[in-house]
């Protein structure tokens, strides 16, 4: 798997503030993900829109697997809504989990978005014959 974007290009160009181990973790995944949906076509003559799409894509996925601890602690650490004595019964609120992960579908869905914003006028992203 062709890494698209390096640490250097990411600080220097892209401007990211994401620390250096985690973006040589989820680097591999964002070039991935911007290789699946250019078709693993060429890129000659598009790099740099290449590296700032897979950038961006990085980004993202930082965030969404930063929500994911969120919501690990957060399902552990559950808040007791109410409380019954007679029957015993117990509620937890459920609605920050829920909101975690529709932000998390809500940030894999912007990764096509962010995609498209860096490639849409190179014509890599042509899905034609």
Same mark, same amino acid.
């Given at each position: 798997?062709?890494?698209?974007?390096?640490?250097?290009?990411?600080?220097?160009?892209? +401007?990211?503030?994401?620390?250096?181990? &985690?973006?040589?973790?989820?680097?591999?995944?964002?070039?991935?993900?911007?290789? +699946?949906?250019?078709?693993?076509?060429?890129?000659?003559?598009?790099?740099?829109?290449?590296? =700032?799409?897979?950038?961006?894509?990085?980004?993202?996925?930082?965030?969404?697997?930063? =929500?994911?601890?969120? +919501?690990?602690?957060?399902?552990?650490? +559950?808040? =007791?809504?109410?409380?019954?004595?007679?029957?015993?019964?117990?509620?937890? &609120?459920?609605?920050?989990?829920?909101?975690?992960?529709?932000?998390?579908?809500?940030?894999?869905?912007?990764?096509?978005?962010?995609?498209?914003?860096?490639?849409? &006028?190179?014509? =890599?992203?042509?899905?034609?014959?």
């Amino acid at each position: 798997m062709t890494k698209y974007a390096d640490y250097e290009f990411y600080i220097d160009t892209y +401007k990211g503030n994401m620390p250096e181990t &985690d973006f040589d973790k989820l680097v591999i995944r964002a070039s991935y993900e911007v290789q +699946k949906n250019i078709f693993n076509r060429n890129i000659t003559g598009y790099e740099e829109e290449i590296q =700032l799409a897979t950038c961006s894509v990085a980004d993202i996925l930082y965030k969404v697997e930063q =929500l994911e601890i969120k +919501k690990n602690t957060t399902i552990s650490d +559950k808040t =007791l809504k109410s409380e019954s004595v007679g029957d015993y019964s117990r509620t937890f &609120d459920t609605a920050s989990v829920n909101d975690i992960e529709t932000e998390i579908s809500n940030l894999k869905t912007k990764i096509i978005e962010e995609i498209r914003v860096y490639l849409l &006028d190179t014509g =890599l992203l042509y899905r034609g014959v």
